[in-house]
T-cell receptor
Framework: ELKVEQNPLFLSMQEGKNYTIYCNYS?????LYWYRQDPGKSLESLFV?????AVKQEGRLMASLDTKARLSTLHITAAVHDLSATYFC?????????????FGQGTILTVHP | GAGVSQTPSNKVTEKGKYVELRCDPI?????LYWYRQSLGQGPEFLIY????????DSGLPNDRFFAVRPEGSVSTLKIQRTERGDSAVYLC?????????????FGPGTRLTVL
């Protein structure tokens, strides 16, 4: 059974600082997604990572994937208040479980002055 | 263009009642997914449709849960004999199929409360 673990689960950051969220998963997969969720809202797609060594960047967020280590990271650069949200990584089961995403517990990010 | 839509946005029902939740996917998306999200948790997979057929229903918790997609577009999630433990936000997502194209786009969800 595929398991996905994120850490930290809670992250309080000062504006302007950098930090990294980690996503570990238990079985081989070639598709990993990062989503953002604001309170009371649905999930917004941020990144899709499809191969070992893949790196995607959008604004102050950068995501990477190491399929050998079964690890993805979401790096936040010079945080701003607007980045406050819950961030989820999700891994596609692949093969006969293609399309079935298993989500991590989520990381609640709070950026304060 | 229009995103995934779900109705109703909120549903309050009594234990033992039957409910139907509707999902309208993004036009042209052949794949449709249902998840449910409990407070403070990540979404949990329920079922995946490719076209009209259920490609994977391994996440449906028991036989009280059933979903259909008769024409390959709109889908309905049906819950019989609701229990308090069914209370959650039910999320629908849709996607194209194929490497690099299959990002799942989520709707706003239906918040189900079973009293």
């Amino acid at each position: 059974e595929l398991k996905v673990e994120q850490n930290p689960l809670f992250l309080s950051m000062q504006e302007g600082k950098n930090y990294t969220i980690y996503c570990n998963y238990s079985t081989t997969s070639d598709r990993l997604y990062w989503y953002r969720q604001d309170p009371g809202k649905s999930l917004e797609s941020l990144f899709v990572l499809l191969s070992n060594g893949a790196v995607k960047q959008e604004g102050r967020l950068m995501a990477s994937l190491d399929t050998k280590a079964r690890l993805s990271t979401l790096h936040i650069t010079a945080a701003v208040h607007d980045l406050s949200a819950t961030y989820f990584c999700a891994v596609d089961g692949g093969g006969t479980s293609y399309g079935k995403l298993t989500f991590g517990q989520g990381t609640i990010l709070t950026v304060h002055p | 263009g229009a995103g995934v839509s779900q109705t109703p946005s909120n549903k309050v029902t009594e234990k033992g009642k039957y409910v139907e939740l509707r999902c309208d996917p993004i036009s042209g998306h052949t794949a449709l997914y249902w998840y449910r999200q409990s407070l403070g948790q990540g979404p949990e997979f329920l079922i995946y449709f490719q076209g009209t057929g259920a490609a994977d229903d391994s996440g449906l918790p028991n036989d009280r849960f059933f979903a259909v997609r008769p024409e390959g577009s709109v889908s309905t999630l049906k819950i019989q004999r609701t229990e308090r433990g069914d209370s959650a936000v039910y999320l629908c997502a849709s996607s194209l199929v194929g490497a690099g194209l299959d990002t799942q786009y989520f709707g706003p969800g239906t918040r189900l409360t079973v009293l």
